[in-house]
C-alpha cells in the first residue's frame, strides 16, 4: 500500500527500432491529435491542476489527528490508512500530469517544476505519515488479526498490515523515519541530473552517413542509425555516440556512483546484509532468484555465442563486431508497418487473451491513451504508466514504423493491460503490481504477436527476419539485461566494499563483464576498448535493481504463452486473474498460482529450449537456401 511516489509504475524500455527521417524531425504542432495523449482526462488544465494541488497540500495535516492512536481501536487504524490512500492517490495524479508534460518536451522547464513540486509536497507528505508505519509494528500480529476480524473493512489492508510486520526488524523509529522520509528531498538527485543531461542537454554528435544523411546522435538517433544496412555507417554511428558519452565519462560516473551510494545508505540505514537484499525484500523475493539468474546465463553463454554466430553467418562477415548486433540479417526484407497497421496487427494478436481483452485495447486505442511519435525534447523509449487509478493508463511510443515499434506497442499494451485490470478489480490498497511481474504481461504479448505473424508468412526470407527478430528480443531481455544486473550487482559490491566508483573503474568493470558474455577472447564478437562506456547510456542503473526482472519476467511469459498457445485449458483464465490480482499476494506466490513456479530453473530451461528452436528452423531455412 506505502506509494508516495516511491513505486509509481514506470515500465520503461529502450527503443531499439530504426525509425524514418519523417517521424524523426516532426514538431509536436504538426501531429495530429488522435496519435497524442490526451492529459485533460486527469486534469482539464494547468490551472484546475494548480487547484487541485493547493486543496492537497492544506490537507496533509489531517492525518496528524491519528498520531499516537493506531492501536486503541480498529476504526481508528482504518480511519487512518483510508485518509493516507487518499492523500497518497490524488498526489500520483498530481504527479502523473506534471511528469507527462514534462516527458513530452524536456526542455520545457515549467512542468519539470510542477513535477518538483510535487515531489517536495509528497516528502513533506511521509514525513507526516511516518508515525503509521512504527505504530503498526508496536503492534503485534494477534492484534492486527484481531483488528481485522472486528473492522471488515481493513481487510483490503491485509497484505500491506501483515508485509510490516515482515518486514519490522527493518523499520525504524518515528523520529528516525520522519528524518529518512526528509531525505526524499535529496534522494532522486542523481536520477533527475542524468535524465536531463542525457536527454536534454549533453551535447550528442552529428555524422554523415553513407547516403548523405545527416544523423544527430543522441538516443533516439543511436536507437534508429545503429541498425543501418551499410556497416561502415554502423561503426560511424557507435564510434560517434560512444564518443561523445566517453567525453563525459566522470561525468556520469559521478552520477551513478551518487546513486550507488544513495541504494547504499537505505540499505545500511534498515539493517540490510546488502544493497540487493534491501532491494529484493520489498516484494519478498529471495536473492536466491537474483542470483540464479546469473548462474543460469553464464551456464548457457554457449546458447548465446551459438545466436551470435548466426548472426555472423546471416550477415557474411569474417568477424562479427559490436556494431553489427543491430544490424538486419535478411537483406532486401524491410519489415515496415505504419501505425495504423501496427493497431490492427497487435489488436488480431491479443485475440486468444479473450473477447474483454479485445475490448479494452480498442478503447485504449481510440481514446488517445497514447502518444505514437518521436517529436524533440520527447522523452527517449517507450513507457506505460498506470498510476493513475480514476483514469486510465497512458503509453509514450517513438514509433517508428519498423517491426520492433509494432512489438514495443504490444509490450507497451500489455504494461497498461496489466495496469487497467488490477485497477479494476483491486482497490488502491493493492492495485499496484510489483516490478517484479511487471514484464510478464509485456512479454507475452510480444510472444502472442511473434506467434501471429510467423503464421501467417510464406517467405523464408519474411520468417528469416522474424526469428532474427524474436532472437534479437532474447538477446535483449535475456542476455543483455542480465548483463546490466551482474554489472550492477558488482558495482554495488564495490560501493559497500568502500572502493572507488569512477567513470574509469565503472568503464573497466562493464568492458569485463560485456566481453565475457559476447565471446570476445574466444573470437565470437569483437568488443572494442570504447564501447565500454555503454554503461552511461542505460538509465535502469538509476533504478535500484530493477533491470533483471526484464529477464526473469521474460521466462515467466515464455512459460505462460506456451500454456495458451497450446490450448492448456484454464490457462487464460489463469493470465487475466493473474493480470487482475495487483499487489494483492507476493509476486513469487501470483505467478504461482498462473502455472509458472520461479523457485525453479524450469521456466529459464523453457526459453532456452525455444531459443534453439528458432535457431534450428533458422539453420534449416539456411542450409536449404546455401
Known amino acids: 500500500m506505502k506509494h508516495c511516489l516511491g513505486v509509481i509504475m514506470w515500465v520503461t524500455i529502450l527503443g531499439t527500432a530504426v525509425d524514418s527521417t519523417q517521424a524523426q524531425i516532426r514538431e509536436r504542432d504538426q501531429i495530429e491529435n488522435q496519435y497524442t495523449w490526451q492529459l485533460e482526462d486527469i486534469y482539464h488544465s494547468d490551472q484546475q491542476w494548480q487547484e487541485a494541488k493547493e486543496t492537497l497540500a492544506g490537507r496533509l495535516d489531517e492525518v496528524e489527528q491519528y498520531k499516537g492512536k493506531l492501536a486503541a481501536a480498529p476504526k481508528q487504524l482504518l480511519s487512518c490508512l483510508e485518509l493516507n490512500n487518499d492523500i497518497d492517490k490524488e498526489l500520483t495524479r498530481l504527479y502523473c500530469y506534471a511528469s507527462m508534460h514534462s516527458d513530452l518536451d524536456k526542455r520545457v522547464s515549467l512542468y519539470q517544476g510542477m513535477e518538483q513540486q510535487i515531489r517536495d509536497i509528497a516528502t513533506t507528505f511521509a514525513s507526516k505519515v511516518a508515525f503509521i508505519e512504527p505504530e503498526i509494528v508496536a503492534m503485534d500480529q494477534a492484534t492486527l488479526d484481531d483488528f481485522m476480524a472486528q473492522e471488515p473493512k481493513l481487510a483490503v489492508y491485509k497484505m500491506y498490515l501483515n508485509d510490516i510486520q515482515r518486514t519490522k526488524e527493518h523499520l525504524l523509529s518515528e523520529p528516525e523515519e520522519i528524518i529518512l522520509a526528509q531525505t526524499g528531498l535529496l534522494s532522486a538527485g542523481a536520477s533527475s541530473i542524468y535524465e536531463v543531461f542525457s536527454d536534454a542537454e549533453l551535447p550528442y554528435a552529428t555524422v554523415t552517413l553513407s547516403d548523405g544523411t545527416e544523423a544527430l546522435l543522441n538516443k533516439a538517433g543511436f536507437s534508429r542509425y545503429r541498425a543501418v544496412t551499410n556497416r561502415e555507417d554502423r561503426a560511424q554511428v557507435f564510434d560517434a555516440f560512444f564518443g561523445a558519452l566517453d567525453n563525459f565519462r566522470q561525468t556520469f560516473g559521478t552520477q551513478l556512483a551518487a546513486q550507488m551510494k544513495k541504494d547504499l545508505f537505505y540499505a545500511q540505514v534498515r539493517k ?38 548466426l548472426k555472423q553467418r546471416m550477415l557474411g562477415v569474417d568477424q562479427l563486431e559490436y556494431y553489427d548486433v543491430y544490424a538486419p540479417t535478411v537483406k532486401g526484407v524491410d519489415l515496415e508497418y505504419d501505425y495504423d497497421q501496427a493497431l490492427d496487427l497487435v489488436l488480431e494478436a491479443v485475440h486468444p487473451l479473450g473477447p474483454d481483452y479485445v475490448e479494452i485495447v480498442k478503447k485504449a486505442f481510440a481514446s488517445r491513451w497514447i502518444d505514437v511519435y518521436p517529436t524533440p525534447g520527447k522523452r527517449s523509449g517507450a513507457y506505460s504508466n498506470g498510476s493513475c487509478y480514476d483514469v486510465h493508463p497512458y503509453i509514450l511510443l517513438n514509433y517508428n514504423g519498423q517491426y520492433n515499434d509494432v512489438s514495443t506497442l504490444a509490450h507497451e499494451l500489455g504494461h497498461t493491460m496489466h495496469s487497467y485490470f488490477s485497477n479494476q478489480t483491486q482497490p488502491y490498497a493493492t492495485c499496484g503490481y510489483s516490478i517484479f511481474v511487471a514484464e510478464v504481461a509485456s512479454t507475452l504479448n510480444e510472444a502472442l504477436l511473434m506467434d501471429k505473424v510467423l503464421k501467417e508468412v510464406e517467405s523464408d526470407d519474411v520468417k528469416l527476419s522474424l526469428l532474427m527478430n524474436y532472437l534479437d528480443g532474447v538477446k535483449g531481455t535475456i542476455f543483455r539485461q542480465t548483463q546490466f544486473a551482474e554489472f550492477e550487482l558488482a558495482a554495488h559490491q564495490k560501493a559497500e566494499a568502500g572502493e572507488p566508483l569512477t567513470g574509469d573503474s565503472l568503464t573497466e568493470l562493464y568492458i569485463d563483464i560485456i566481453r565475457r558474455y559476447y565471446g570476445h577472447e574466444q573470437g565470437v564478437c569483437h568488443i572494442q576498448d570504447l564501447y565500454g562506456i555503454e554503461w552511461s547510456y542505460v538509465p535502469h542503473f538509476y533504478y535500484n535493481f530493477y533491470v533483471y526482472q526484464y529477464a526473469t519476467s521474460f521466462t515467466a511469459s515464455t512459460a505462460m504463452s506456451e500454456h495458451i498457445l497450446s490450448g492448456d485449458p484454464g490457462a487464460v483464465e489463469r493470465t487475466i486473474a493473474f493480470l487482475s490480482s495487483g499487489g494483492s499476494d507476493y509476486p513469487i506466490n501470483q505467478l504461482k498460482d498462473a502455472g509458472v513456479d520461479m523457485m525453479t530453473d524450469e521456466p529459464f530451461k523453457q526459453t532456452m529450449a525455444a531459443m534453439n528452436r528458432a535457431m534450428d528452423q533458422i539453420e534449416e531455412i539456411l542450409n536449404k537456401q546455401d
Open 272 to 309: 540490510y546484509d546488502s544493497c540487493l537484499h534491501s532491494a529484493l525484500d520489498r516484494n519478498n523475493i529471495p536473492v536466491e532468484v537474483y542470483q540464479s539468474l546469473v548462474r543460469n546465463v553464464n551456464d548457457n553463454l554457449d546458447t548465446f555465442h551459438r545466436y551470435l554466430k
